[in-house]
């Protein structure tokens, strides 16, 4: 058996598909059956189901991909690990984060994590803490910022800090004047919240059924900053966090007293996942970085 064969075994797996699946290889589609046919002659059973150009995996394939993701992941991450043993301070931190961190705090943390570490790199993923999770498990990044995790047992994380959430209404609301108000004093609003499966959502729906309040949503959005444009142009109210830019002109904000109204944000990564000693570094530069504030 050759390493090839488990490479094109991998991709054709992926694709389902003998021509993508060669393309991306960039070899010829009969070259690519015929290694996977070798590989089947030396294993003494089909992988896969044939349907025209479209191939699936039988259940023989499905445990055997099993084992090849392992060999092929062992085998990256043992070369990963050497290079990054002879080039300790020159790696790569693939980093994911929310949308909300963007602006100022990410910006911030890796300018100060460069001023000492100036040759470490760093790949940046933004999205809704449900993607980067699921990037994490995949293994697409090394660490991520995000709310907290309950659904992962292979997920760890590490609570960084509170986030006060704001109530954001249109100016010219009769609460917009409010030094603070009660969550409940919105019941009878419209809200515009963020779509179901955002982090932010599922505190939000929280919050608002702890205050009594079942939300007629009118508008659902993917950015926090979308949410805050339909609040202004008088759509509906929310809850979010206190973003930069918006314009006092056209949205109020205004502190929430009861229920406490937060989101808490924290530091993942996977379990039993190699971590090079750049996202090592990071890592607790993050954690000694929020034990000062």
Same mark, same amino acid.
């Given at each position: ?50 349907? /025209? ?14 084992? &090849? %993701? ?6 990256? *991450? ?5 290079? %990054? ?5 020159? /790696? ?27 040759? &470490? ?9 449900? &993607? ?37 209404? @249109?100016?010219?609301?009769? =609460? ?5 108000? =009660? ?15 955002? /982090? ?5 729906? %929280?919050?608002?059924? *702890? ?17 805050? /444009? ?6 509906? &109210? ?16 205004i502190p929430v007293h009861w229920p406490t109204c937060e989101r808490v944000i924290g530091m993942a990564w996977l379990e039993g996942k190699y971590?090079? @000693? ?9 954690? %000694? ?5």
């Amino acid at each position: 058996m050759e390493w090839q064969h488990l490479v094109y075994f991998q991709t054709v797996a992926r694709f389902q598909h003998m021509t993508r699946a060669a393309e991306s290889l960039s070899i010829s589609q009969p070259a690519l059956s015929r290694s996977i046919s070798r590989l089947e002659e030396e294993l003494g059973v089909p992988l896969f189901e044939r349907q /025209g150009r479209s191939i699936i995996l039988n259940r023989y394939g499905s445990l055997f991909l099993k084992r &090849v %993701d392992n060999i092929l992941t062992e085998f990256q *991450e043992g070369k990963q690990e050497i290079q %990054d043993l002879l080039h300790p301070e020159s /790696g790569e931190v693939s980093l994911g984060f929310l949308h909300t961190l963007g602006t100022h705090l990410i910006p911030d943390l890796i300018g100060t994590f460069r001023e000492s570490h100036p040759n &470490v790199k760093f790949q940046l993923t933004q999205n809704n803490s449900g &993607v980067l999770l699921e990037k994490l498990e995949a293994g697409e990044i090394d660490l991520c910022l995000v709310s907290a995790n309950e659904s992962n047992v292979r997920v760890q994380w590490e609570k960084l800090w509170s986030e006060e959430l704001l109530a954001i209404v @249109p100016a010219g609301h009769p =609460l917009g004047k409010s030094k603070t108000i =009660l969550l409940s004093e919105l019941k009878g609003d419209s809200f515009i919240l963020l779509k179901k499966g955002y /982090g932010l959502r599922k505190v939000t729906d %929280d919050l608002l059924a *702890e205050a009594g309040i079942v939300p007629r949503v009118t508008f659902e959005g993917e950015e926090v900053t979308t949410v805050a /444009g339909l609040v202004a142009e008088g759509l509906g &109210v929310s809850l979010i966090p206190d973003i930069k830019g918006l314009d006092s002109s056209k949205v109020c904000k205004i502190p929430v007293h009861w229920p406490t109204c937060e989101r808490v944000i924290g530091m993942a990564w996977l379990e039993g996942k190699y971590l090079s @000693p750049a996202t090592i570094q990071f890592k607790q530069f993050v954690t %000694d970085y929020f034990n000062k504030l």
